[in-house]
């Protein structure tokens, strides 16, 4: 897919002089046009706007040796301890909404 940008920001993209750039316009090895009475280049011609990218996912980690029962059980419990859980703190969402509208601050005037 075609990336058009002005001369001056093509020349920071690509790490070349503007005069470099105006060179290889005029004899024609680097795409350009008008548009909106500026020149624009194209800094990546060769781009295929079909072309999936893929991010290779992060490895798994596999745990080094199995958790013993014991370990497991006191997983299992801190789970299902509701002694952890503020429950009436945020019991009703209008309350929890309410405290946070008032510590709020107001957007800078422009």
């Known amino acids: 897919m075609s990336c058009w940008v002005a001369v001056s920001v093509a020349g920071e993209y690509l790490g070349v002089s503007s ?33 999936r990218r893929r991010h290779p996912r992060p490895a798994m980690t596999i745990p080094q040796r199995p958790l013993h029962e014991s370990e497991i059980e006191r997983v299992v419990e801190q789970i299902d301890d509701p002694s952890g859980i503020e429950h009436d703190r945020f019991s009703d969402w209008r309350i929890a909404r309410a405290q946070t509208s008032r510590v709020r601050r107001a957007p800078l005037a422009a």
């Open 19 to 51: 005069a470099e750039l105006m060179q290889r316009v005029e004899t024609g090895t680097l795409s350009s046009r008008f548009e909106l009475g500026m020149l624009m280049v194209d800094v990546k011609p060769e781009a295929n706007p079909f072309e």
